[in-house]
């Protein structure tokens, strides 16, 4: 049980660093279509946050948060990376780097999982893939 519940909790902070780096450059974008897109996302992300949150909860834990230095550096670096320029293809080239780095840990996590929980696997391959189509539906604004 205590994969099951590192690897939940390994999707859960995967999921909200997700939704709060798209939350956070959202005031940045000035294209519509982009806007829509990343908006679109983050509703994928928090999906996946609420399904893998209610399987720890029926395992009896909660989440344990991304935390708030994580958090504050990611947000510097996007800060960063946009104030000279902001621009739909430099928002979708840091979003493309962030579903890649995404893609590769919780690729990384599912082949270390030891546990037999399939709902657990399909959940974090559902995750991945979301992450395999963000990065497609954003070569679009390069």
Request: charged share 30%.
């Amino acid at each position: 049980m205590t994969q099951d519940i590192e690897m939940l909790d390994y999707i859960c902070k995967n999921a909200e660093m997700g939704r709060d780096n798209l939350s956070h450059i959202l005031d940045k974008i000035e294209d519509a279509e982009l806007h829509k897109c990343l908006v679109s996302q983050m509703e994928e992300y928090q999906k996946t946050y609420d399904s893998a949150y209610e399987m720890l909860d029926n395992l009896g834990h909660k989440p344990e948060s991304a935390g708030v230095m994580a958090k504050t550096m990611a947000h510097l670096t996007s800060d960063v990376k946009t104030i000279s320029d902001n621009s739909p293809s430099k928002i979708a080239e840091m979003v493309i780097q962030g579903n890649t780095m995404g893609v590769t840990k919780m690729t990384k996590r599912i082949h270390e999982y030891d546990g037999d929980n399939k709902k657990i696997v399909a959940l974090a391959q559902k995750h991945v893939a979301m992450e395999e189509d963000n990065i497609e539906e954003m070569k679009k604004f390069l």
